[in-house]
């Protein structure tokens, strides 16, 4: 897949009382919700150790020199700012930094609370930033440990199959060679691997050396040394006993942390738990029930937790969330079409979607969403396979106000139904239909006739298209700032049309055999200033050298998102 679809996308529209703070666009295709414009409670500022300051810097809208908000001067009458109305205070740190709130948290007892309950989004999108991906570490060494009955099965197998090679040439050599009187086995290709216990000693032992170092996760250790942590006694490490204690240890601390957050902060709108892969659904529902009255927008990406199953995920946590506008429930296994029902009835202004890669949704959940098809904003449909054509058409040409529409890798979606969606939806802001193996020119001649107010476009891997369709698209749709053209007919004219008719700020034909130098030369006549913020990737072109891709890296940004790469 060109792009992986729930990296965060928004475009939603939010509440009328807070549209200052929400609006938002994305540089990607998958939708799983946005990085909202909000005081940001990430994992590096739960766990920072900041030296605290009294002082915070205002917005330039405000004053241009920083100012102690400590007192504040009205009608010659001095107040003091923590005294001010929430709302008032709520309005005034909406305008300074995120390392600034957290320097404002930890100027007294009395700041830490104010500022604590008007934080608005709790961001733990980045696993490596904190305690939750460890767990999924651990039970992976654990596996990795006690291998099953299956795996130890396959091993036996392929060592007797190259017990058995080497046997045989042995016999060949031995047959072919036969008036020698020293004959030597052959020795393996593979150099010797070094032993497997210490390896798995060295993932365990870095385990906990991370929680100590970072999280102050210690464990006593036994004997003579007791009050040694196991990092100083590797021979605990071997013990089950000990890696067993580690990991109830571990779920416990996570169980606390979540409850944490739950007593610390209330009012919470935003909560990003993309990146706690091993989240219980008893952690979830907390934090759900605690933010039941401000939280519009949940992400719960990649949580893959056997607790998370549809039914008690619906009763537990959606039934909590009455003001949610956005779901990103992308990647979860075992969600489908009770936990959508419910999110339709009990949230009448849920507006955003993504659904990408859940294999249970299936055309009941689809049909849920028909109803409230006019206000959808936004949905992510990637890699759905198991819905019909008939469901995704169905609400596809009722979602006339949609703005980000992603259904890459269906690739049994029809020319028709695709056509039928590009012309019932003026709005298209996002249009990602790349690696639906039906897209032809018909497709782009609609997209080229109804959706001018495209900003971000992706036909990778649509190989029915030809350049001509391409370029129909470019010549009508002058808004394009992301275009993803991976694995098709482009050619060269179409390129340069694109470059000088478009804003492009990314840009990726990745694999395309049509594309030759012509392109990077005109690309490097544009202009070093324009060059270094766009996103350029062409490689994989057998027809472009080595030695002027080499320059263009140089020349462009540089990405290290997944999305961008070919797959």
């Not at 007593?263 to 989240?279: A, I």
């Not at 009455?322 to 949230?347: F, Q, W």
């Not at 690739?411 to 897209?439: E, M, Q, W, Y």
Request: glycine share 4%.
């Amino acid at each position: 897949m060109v792009h992986n679809y729930e990296n965060d996308n928004s475009n939603s529209n939010s509440n009328s009382n807070n549209n200052s703070r929400n609006n938002s666009r994305s540089n990607s295709l998958d939708y799983d919700g946005s990085k909202d414009n909000k005081n940001i409670v990430s994992s590096s500022s739960l766990s920072s150790s900041s030296s605290s300051s009294s002082y915070l810097t205002s917005s330039s809208s405000m004053t241009s020199t920083t100012t102690p908000l400590n007192d504040i001067t009205l009608a010659n009458n001095t107040i003091s700012f923590i005294n001010l109305p929430l709302e008032i205070i709520d309005s005034i740190l909406h305008l300074v930094g995120q390392s600034t709130l957290r320097s404002a948290s930890m100027v007294s007892k009395q700041w830490n609370v104010v500022v604590n309950s008007l934080w608005h989004t709790i961001d733990l999108s980045k696993s490596h930033n904190h305690l939750t991906h460890i767990s999924s570490k651990l039970n992976q060494l654990k596996q990795q440990n006690n291998p099953t009955k299956q795996t130890r099965k396959k091993e036996k197998v392929a060592n007797k199959q190259k017990k058995q090679e080497q046997d045989d040439l042995y016999m060949d050599k031995t047959s072919s060679d036969h008036d020698n009187i020293v004959v030597t086995l052959p020795t393996s290709s593979t150099p010797p691997t070094a032993p497997t216990t210490t390896k798995k000693l060295n993932s365990l032992e870095s385990i906990i050396q991370n929680m100590i170092l970072n999280y102050g996760f210690l464990i006593p250790g036994s004997g003579p040394d007791s009050t040694s942590p196991p990092i100083f006694q590797r021979q605990m490490l071997r013990s089950k006993k000990v890696q067993q204690d580690i990991s109830i240890q571990l779920d416990v601390r996570i169980e606390r942390f979540f409850s944490g957050l739950a007593v610390r902060y209330c009012r919470v709108e935003v909560l990003d738990l993309s990146g706690c892969v091993d989240m219980k659904l008893e952690s979830l529902s907390t934090l759900a029930q605690a933010f039941s009255s401000t939280l519009t927008k949940l992400v719960t990406r990649r949580c893959r937790s056997t607790s998370m199953v549809d039914a008690d995920f619906a009763d537990q946590v959606i039934s909590y969330l009455p003001k949610l506008e956005t779901l990103a429930i992308g990647e979860m296994p075992y969600i489908g079409d009770k936990t959508i029902e419910r999110a339709v009835s009990i949230a009448p202004s849920l507006k955003a979607l993504g659904l990408g890669k859940c294999l249970t949704i299936n055309d009941q959940a689809i049909a849920h969403l028909v109803p409230i098809a006019s206000r959808i904003k936004t949905i992510g449909l990637n890699n759905l396979t198991q819905l019909s054509d008939l469901a995704v058409r169905s609400l596809g040409v009722l979602c006339q106000n949609i703005v980000i529409f992603s259904i890459s890798n269906m690739k049994h979606l029809s020319s028709d139904t695709l056509s039928a969606i590009a012309l019932a939806c003026p709005r298209l802001g996002s249009f990602d239909i790349g690696g639906c193996d039906n897209v032809d020119d018909n497709v782009l001649e609609a997209i080229a006739s109804n959706c001018h107010q495209l900003f971000q476009f992706n036909i990778s891997k649509c190989t029915l298209v030809s350049s001509h369709a391409i370029d129909m698209v470019i010549q009508r749709c002058r808004q394009i700032k992301i275009l993803f053209l991976s694995k098709t007919a482009v050619d060269d004219d179409c390129i340069l049309n694109a470059i000088d008719i478009l804003p492009l700020e990314i840009l990726i034909s990745i694999g395309c055999s049509n594309l030759t130098d012509r392109v990077l030369q005109s690309l490097f006549k544009i202009g070093n200033e324009r060059l270094s913020k766009m996103i350029v990737s062409l490689n994989s072109c057998p027809h472009i050298s080595d030695s002027l891709l080499s320059i263009l890296q140089h020349l462009t940004k540089q990405s290290n998102n997944s999305c961008f790469t070919e797959d």
